[in-house]
């Protein structure tokens, strides 16, 4: 079945950091405000499956169609229908970039710019400081009234996950799976020195397939999905750099 609550949440980060409750995988948490209501984003940056690195591509300047959409949407959590045509994304439909383009990325590993938690660092305190504006694709939770978030204390808990591709999962994470339900993330930033753009941080489970049914689910013998699948071409303004 598909992941609850699909949609997009709009808004300014305050702050981010590598975090995970203990004995937990880490994500990298995002705190967000839009219109005075605090957010947290949680994105996975590893895998509880073998392999454990994540499928990651960034890509520092995207272009494609569904942005006019995406810029449309208001600040704060607006709920998606998983059709095409609109603002909801699907990684193997929607022509947003390229599988080969996609490499394994650590969380953390020695040396400079090389892991998923510098990327994000960089970024995210670029866009704190720019005031830029943060989409964050995924499934919504809260508010849980009488419940501080878990790392940034803010009362009631509330913010969104699944930062991912929610579909061709095999067990046990396919009860998940659904079309045009995808999760990713957006920074707008705004024009400035010339270098008004968007950037789009696309992630992928190893475990997960290229190809899927119309229910999500992987189709029998279908390529994992990453650098060895087999491209999908792409909608117009498709671009991978």
Not at 184 to 213: K, M, Y
Not at 226 to 232: L, M, Q, V, Y
Request: aromatic fraction near 10%; charged fraction near 20%; glycine fraction near 12%.
């Amino acid at each position: 079945m598909p992941i609850k609550n699909y949609g997009v949440l709009r808004g300014t980060a305050v702050a981010g950091r590598l975090d995970g409750p203990r004995g937990q995988k880490p994500h990298y948490q995002i705190h967000l405000t839009a219109h005075g209501i605090q957010y947290r984003i949680a994105v996975n940056v590893v895998s509880d499956q073998a392999p454990s690195e994540l499928l990651f591509l960034l890509d520092p300047d995207f272009r494609h169609p569904v942005i006019a959409k995406v810029a449309a949407v208001a600040d704060g959590f607006t709920a998606l229908p998983p059709d095409p045509g609109g603002a909801a994304l699907d990684f193997i439909r929607g022509g947003l970039f390229r599988p080969e383009d996609m490499k394994a990325v650590p969380v953390e590993a020695p040396g400079a710019d090389n892991d998923l938690t510098e990327i994000f660092v960089l970024h995210v305190d670029e866009a704190i400081i720019r005031g830029a504006d943060v989409f964050a694709f995924g499934s919504r939770w809260g508010p849980e009234p009488g419940k501080p978030d878990d790392f940034f204390q803010f009362a009631p808990g509330n913010g969104i996950h699944d930062i991912h591709m929610n579909q061709g999962s095999p067990p046990p994470h396919d009860h998940d799976n659904g079309i045009w339900q995808d999760g990713c993330l957006f920074i707008h930033f705004p024009a400035g020195n010339g270098d008004e753009r968007w950037l789009a941080f696309f992630l992928v489970f190893q475990s997960q397939f290229a190809q899927t049914d119309d229910r999500g689910d992987p189709i029998p013998g279908a390529p994992k999905f990453g650098p060895t699948a087999p491209s999908r071409g792409g909608g117009d303004g498709l671009a991978s750099r």
